[in-house]
């Protein structure tokens, strides 16, 4: 008989192991061959489309999509052509939990019976439309928090991965739950063009101005519906950008601030490093790869 694909964890014993955090381009699509895994893994799709596949379900996944695949489960992802920008995170949820679930490489019944069960209130479902775009900032605190990690550069370090990792796991579970207040998409508009337009210069009226609400009263319900301010909500894009910026280019300092939409690289430094604990400079040395 099949063991039973249930996977139940609780609070008390969560002990999260990030394995793998990282942030992909994928110019010709995402496209993964049918594979398992030996942990659990949390894809936010950031843009493009394509297909889902475990075991005998298939959904459609498109920016905004988040997807959840349980260790030991047969999954694949094909490409529709298009350009696909994605965050994977490769967790378990405590040292040696997933092993327990070994058997599951044998299974072959539906993928409708997977249960992922947290605390016994929340089932999470293993695939998640639209989902919470706040979501962006911890999965970038992740990738270069798993870096500093693996490169020993700060002792505290794992505790930061750690308490990251609760930050996005948390917005799982109440979206799974539908608890409200990550339910409310208030300012849906003026989000959608932040997430298209951050590079712009903007100002707050100019966003209040899009919702049809007073700067003051836009900027105070704004906080209270996406758990930042808009000025620290553009931030977090602008950095997020300039981050890919230093891994992959050779630009100046001063030429990424101006890409990512900061005049001054001075006040851009000075941003840079309050979201990330590093200068710009010495986040481009521990990004880059060492020779030898």
């Known amino acids: ?43 936010y799709i950031a843009s493009g489309e394509g297909r889902y596949r475990i075991l005998d379900a298939e959904v459609r996944y498109k920016q905004g999509s988040l997807i959840v695949t349980p260790p030991h489960v047969r999954h694949s992802y094909r490409t529709l052509g298009t350009p696909v920008e994605h965050y994977a995170l490769h967790f378990d949820v405590s040292e040696g939990f997933s092993d327990r679930y070994r058997d ?35 999965f970038e605190a992740l990738s270069t928090l798993h870096r500093e990690v693996s490169l020993r550069a700060y002792a505290s370090a794992p505790l930061m991965m750690a308490s990251a990792f609760f930050d996005l796991f948390a917005l799982v579970v109440a979206r799974s739950t539908g608890e409200s207040r990550y339910r409310s998409r208030k300012f849906a508009k003026s989000a959608a063009w ?9 100002s707050m009226p100019e966003l209040a101005a899009i919702e049809g609400y007073s700067p003051n009263y836009y900027a105070a319900e704004f ?14 894009k602008r950095i997020g950008l300039a981050r890919e910026l230093l891994r992959t280019t050779d630009d100046s300092i001063g030429r990424i601030a101006a890409r990512c939409g900061y005049e001054d690289p001075y006040y851009f430094s000075k941003v840079f490093k309050k979201l990330t604990r590093l200068s710009p400079r010495a986040y481009r040395e521990l990004s880059t790869p060492r020779e030898g």
Do not use: W
């Open 104 to 138: 599951l490489r044998r299974y072959s019944g539906p993928a409708s019976a997977i249960s992922l069960i947290y605390d016994d209130s929340a089932r999470i479902p293993l695939h998640i439309p639209d989902f919470d775009p706040r979501c962006v900032e911890r």
């Open 223 to 236: 906080a209270r519906n996406y758990g930042v301010s808009p000025v620290d909500y553009l931030h977090a």
């Open 1 to 43: 008989m099949d063991p039973v694909p249930e996977f139940k964890f609780a609070f008390a014993d969560f002990a999260p192991v990030v394995h793998i955090a990282h942030r992909i381009a994928d110019p010709k699509g995402l496209s993964i061959d049918p594979r398992v895994i030996a942990d659990f893994e949390l894809v």
């Open 194 to 202: 932040l997430d298209e337009h951050f590079v712009q210069p903007v």
